[in-house]
């Protein structure tokens, strides 16, 4: 079949003139919006993160929204390098835009008479691909390109540096808890979305507490359900695929198969040229037994058999893969922090369920998990300010999360439970002691005010 048939069976919306309902989802996420406001923007558009949490379903929304802002279905285009359909043989980009433009558009390439909007799917597994998209956009093609990988800055390395101010990367990770309920209601709930507290509580912990306690009873209102949601969502983590099936043993066997199939062994060993696959394995289901517990990489080398160099490159590996995240102790001295050792935590945590099989939690673990999403939380704010995320532990007395936000310190400690003791404190106090951080606070399970300079906020209100 040549290479414009097989185009249009998978572009149908160049004869019907829309996107198949089957294939868009009933709510979006809050990055398609960052990735319209770039559709007029020349640079290359990269849609970054990890398999399964939605890049070609935001790319499939994107292209709708074209469509019915009435842009000419026959000038976009969509196809996939993974797609053994397409690239089966010694395929190029440049040779399906050039079958494309030539034998559909009937227009050359390079002298088009009105834009194109290419949106390429995982394209990080196609040899040179940066090559071919760095000459069309020095050739001043008229096409915008928003791009998809399953991999990080990392596994783009080379891209960046021959596409250095021609590309802007967007990250999408596992949803939010805010972004899950909406999912949850746009799927499964019935009656009104949630009137979730805006804000966050990351800028000013203090202002954040005032503002919840003056909608104190519409929150009290909706307290059970969304506590609900919470536990759901501490369980099965964000992957939106869930929302698509009714079985979570099924759904689990499926996420951890797909993340370590194609996830470690395509995405990460062909990539990294990993000599010893099975150990990369290994370390990951490692890292989920022991989520959010410090880690000394020589403890790691030997528990796996290898040496503490090898452990050091596969953390990174994972880390750029979205799969782990390596959380630093946080120290003024540069030094100690590369000594210390670090918190590994799987991203998300029902991907970390799943690698267990675990389809209930314990009290423990429900504790466990609290502190690892207060932590990504914490990371997500910290990444969209260019700020620092850590931990702190001396002399036995730890704070789960501090936000170095290079002027201040926001520090942050998970007491997911109905009562807070004095003992409970202790962290917070004597990294108050050392560091004078200018905010504080305690993510519990119900308790919420503002006292003795301290923060409390329960888990399911925190954003």
């Known amino acids: 079949m040549e290479l414009l048939q097989k185009l249009a069976r998978i572009n149908r919306w160049w004869i019907t003139g829309h996107i198949d ?34 890049k070609s379903t935001l790319i499939i929304q994107v292209m709708q929204h074209l469509l019915h802002g009435g842009t000419d279905p026959k000038r976009v285009i969509f196809f996939s390098c993974d797609d053994p359909m397409l690239f089966m043989t010694n395929t190029t980009i440049d040779a399906l835009l050039d079958a494309y433009t030539s034998g559909f558009l009937y227009e050359d390439l390079y002298n ?46 080379g891209a960046h540096e021959s596409l250095l ?6 990250k999408v990770l596992p949803l939010s808890f805010a972004e899950f309920i909406s999912f949850h209601h746009a799927y499964r709930s019935k009656g009104a979305l949630f009137n979730l507290p805006q804000g966050s509580c990351f800028d000013d912990p203090h202002e954040y507490v005032a503002c919840l306690q003056e909608s104190a009873l519409q929150l009290n209102a909706i307290a059970p359900q969304v506590n609900k949601l919470l536990q759901e969502y ?9 929302f698509e099936t009714d079985n979570l043993l099924a759904w689990q066997k499926r996420l951890a198969e797909d993340i370590v199939s194609r996830g470690l ?59 782990v995240t390596v959380q630093e102790s946080f120290s003024t001295n540069m030094s100690k922090i590369i000594r210390k050792n670090k918190k590994l935590s799987v991203v998300d945590n029902g991907l970390r369920n799943a690698l267990l099989k675990l389809d209930q939690l314990t009290p423990t673990e429900i504790g466990l998990l609290a502190e690892g999403m207060v932590v990504q939380m ?7 300010n260019m700020y620092g995320v850590y931990y702190w532990r001396e002399d036995q007395k730890e704070v789960d ?17 109905n009562q807070i003791a004095a003992s409970d404190l202790k962290g917070l106090k004597a990294f108050s002691s050392r560091y004078s951080p200018k905010h504080l606070v305690v993510v519990t399970k119900e308790k919420l005010e503002s006292s003795d300079g301290i923060a409390y906020i329960p888990l399911w209100l925190l954003r």
């Open 21 to 54: 309902a089957a294939f868009l989802p009933r709510t979006v996420r809050s990055e398609f919006n960052d990735i319209v406001s770039k559709l007029n923007d020349r640079r290359i558009t990269a849609i970054v993160g990890p398999r399964r949490v939605g």
């Open 112 to 157: 088009l008479t009105e834009p194109i909007y290419v949106f390429i799917d995982e394209i990080h597994t196609v040899a040179n691909w940066s090559q071919y998209l760095k000459a069309f956009h020095d050739r001043r093609v008229k096409a915008k390109f928003v791009i998809s990988g399953s991999s990080s800055a990392h596994l783009f390395q």
């Open 165 to 170: 101010g021609r590309i802007e990367e967007i």
């Open 234 to 242: 501490l369980l099965v983590g964000g992957y939106p695929e869930y």
């Open 265 to 323: 062994y395509r995405d990460i060993v062909s990539v990294f040229n990993v000599k010893n696959p099975e150990v990369l394995e290994r370390l990951l289901y490692l890292i989920a037994e022991n989520t959010s517990q410090g880690q000394a990489y020589a403890t790691l080398a030997a528990n796996l058999g290898v040496d503490a160099l090898t452990v050091s490159s596969y953390l990174s590996y994972l880390s750029q893969a979205f799969l």
């Open 378 to 384: 914490a990371r997500a704010y910290a990444e969209r």
């Open 401 to 417: 999360a501090v936000v170095d936000k290079k002027t201040t310190i926001l520090a942050l400690e998970v007491k997911y439970r």
